[in-house]
């Protein structure tokens, strides 16, 4: 950390138990020289009679508090004769509300007879009526205007004698009753077993040993009895009881001189009661003067009875009222001239407060005779360092990513305490999340949140319970309306938001898109993502939420919220076949059998209908690397017990259920690996891999792949895109890709028919005209089947790939169409198709590289083509490998169509559709990893 960092934080994380940060404040800050001189020339005894009111001044959380304990402890270290007391403000939370609607509500329910009586009376008199109760308004006006005056300063009075009375507490309750006997606060005083113990012992000592010397005949007789003691034995604890009353006499001679005497003296008679005040009892609701000045007494005598020398007095500042330093400046000056306080030691009181507590310059220097200013330990200039050595050990945030998001928020955070709170809480969520797998999280946005959070609680919490009470949602909501203009936006957040400070943090939180409409997703651990509630939404209307991929995060609280839906979901539907789903459920299998049993059972009842999409669904899962096949098979064959010699399946799927079966009926040993015997199955293994070969060998040219390099670029409407941009091209931003592969052509109708075994194109030419007619749930249900034979990962791009791709890559030339500036060489749109789709390839393709090898064909024109990202506004910050909002409503097509003008065409325009929408200008291309 920096210098000043450490006067807050509670050192620096280790392993585990440094991991995190204290908010407290530390005794180790570093760098406090210039400070600790500054205290050692207070201090002096030298100015004990000019200076004894100090006051350590700075902006909350500067490290005030940091640096007097770092000081105290260097004190006691080098054995100076200074001891501190601490009394601390924060402890005491009652500030009474200053009720400025007082008299507006008293004034209300005065004038509301008047005007009842006005309109009963009709119209006759109305005049003299008016004037009457205009008359009679003002002087019930004047009367709520005084009585709420006096009703504020009852209040301020009142906050004056708490604030008394905390200090009068902390200031009796440090010490036990033992160093203050004659104290008249009365005091629980708890004996531990070890002392009840020794007063016992002692006491029983007393006793016996006076019943020895009153009775030393009967005594030494017993004692020669019972332990048959001799006669030099019997003399010695003669003796010995003798000293014991003899000492035990003294000493409560003693205790009678020192304590009970003085106690009776102290004591006050209480003629109201009748009898004597045996200790002082404060009543808070009771409290018409100074409760400093009433126990004068008590406070002399705890200075005179105990060493401490240095009161530090914290927090006043939170009260915003300056009163109380006039009665503890009066206060210090009686405790320094009481005649046997003065001769032992002087007392300072050193007061750490905020630099704006007093508002001109003559009250500063009225209250102190010595004012230290502190030097903030994060201020705007350095809050980006301190941020970033708060984050620099989260290894799996890259630092370039992580100093961009710090750079831009440091001008917004000038508290160190907010900061570490901040990160603590970060890390404790990111890891819960990483431990629970709960959801994919953008650790920016995660950060943003909770530093929000931490700094305006208030609005977070309507912002999680009422969000449209929250002022984050109206800025947000003012901001999306008006997002492609940034300096508009920023108009449209300073209208809503009054606060300064807030509407500075606001503005970078949302212009970077730190915060967005996903916020929703992160607020609430354990809570339904975005993607689970339209899951939910989708499956409680019979709609298949997206394909078997269909992202889902918190799947025990998916399942909790389905099963508990009024009517109740069918879980025997096709809109249930989700991977992740099927996934989880065997998991929980696995663990308990009866967890979730019916509706697994549902579901896999459905797969053994053996419908064309329940096929689909189980080629797929068995395909995919990560399911757990096992427990599938245990499952599924209950229900269809011929799986594994089902034609429906897959050649390559079938020798894995085969195998799996095997396994269960105990002919296949697990530690060789091998089949015991000459059984039908030997050798599967190895004839899986050949079949698998095969096929992959089959269709090895079934779908021609180009390869993209990975790279930045400037996603969106671009210079050369001229005036035809929309709006929703804006802003533009920098985009990072890692390397794809990207289908060289759309997906053609003989391709389509080969896997799905129809055409649906509404020019259902066939060969290598383009499919369209096709949903995007179509084309996920496409790469699904093609998986499944292939055993490859095919999937739609991003809407990020394919516009660098139909840019050309990291080979970009910077053309407005995918391929030239003359739409007419690349693309088949509303002037040149003639009405309908054109055969694949036919137009000038987008160059890959230089010698002109690499191209892809018919990115702009022919069909618009599907991406997997839901439509959305675009950040205004850089980002890597984006995937599109996390909701929506409408899935992103791209490239216009052989049916629509040369605008559409271009490699920044978008649109979209509803991801069940129909149309016969749209089809869509491949990306694989």
Known sequence: MTAHSSQTAGGQPDDTK??????????????????SEALDWALDEERKDRVRNIALAGPYGSGKSSILKTYDDQCQRANKNLKFLYISLARFNEKPHFNENR??????????DSAKEEILTGEKGEKEKSNKSMLEKSKTEKKTEKKAVEDKAEDKEKLLRLIELSILQQLFYRKSKAHLPLSRFKKIDVLSKRRLLKHFALAFAFLFSLVYVIHPCETEAWLDKVFFLGSNYTNMIHYICLAIVLITVMLLMWILIKHVIPMITAARFNFKHGGMEAGIEIDPE??????????????????????????????LDRFETTDIFVKLRELNSLINEYEQIKGKHKVIFIYAVCDNLFKNKEMRTKFFDFIISVIPVVSVSNAGEELEEVLKDDEKWSKEERQT???????????????????????????????EKLMEIDRKKLFSLILYKNSYPDDFELLRRNPEKSTLHKAMKEYLSSRENTEKAKDMIAGVVKDEKQRELLTVLLINAYIDESYSFYINRGTLSQSDLKFFSDVSDGISPGGFYYPLTNIEALLEKLTKAEPKVEFGQECMLNFHLVDYLLARARDNGKEWKEERTAIFQFMARKSKIAIAFVNGFITRDESDIEQFVKEIIEYWRDIAYDEDITESNRITLQMEMEKMSGKYEYDTGKYKGEGKYKGKYQKKQEQQKQQKSEFEDFIEMIEVKGGTFRMGGTEEQGDDCFDDERPVHEVTLNDFKI???????AQWARIMGNNPSWYAQGGEYPVENVSWHDAQEFCERLNAVTGEKYRLPTEAEWEYAARGGNKSEGYKYSGSNDIDE?????????????????????????DKKLGIYDMSGNVYEWCSDWYGGYPATPQKNPQGPLQGSNRVIRGGSWGYGARVCRVSSRSYYAPGYRHIIVGFRLVSP
Request: net charge negative.
């Open 18 to 35: 440094d991991k995190f940060f204290a908010l407290s404040p530390t005794n180790e800050a570093e760098d406090i020289k210039v400070y």
């Open 103 to 112: 008299s507006e509500n008293e004034n209300t329910d005065r004038t509301s």
């Open 286 to 315: 009771n409290m018409g003067e100074s409760i400093l000045n009433k126990h004068l007494d008590e406070i002399l005598y705890f200075f005179e009875e105990t060493d401490y020398n240095v009161v530090v007095i914290e927090d």
């Open 405 to 435: 998001l710090l750079r831009r928020l440091s001008p917004c955070v000038d508290d160190m305490r907010l900061l570490l709170n901040t990160a603590n809480e970060y890390k404790i969520y990111y890891d819960l999340n990483e431990k």
């Open 743 to 749: 289908g060289k052509y759309p997906v053609t109708q």
């Open 826 to 850: 690349v693309a088949w749109y509303g002037a040149n198709s003639k009405g309908h789709t054109h055969l694949v390839g036919k137009k000038k393709p987008v160059w890959l590289d230089k």
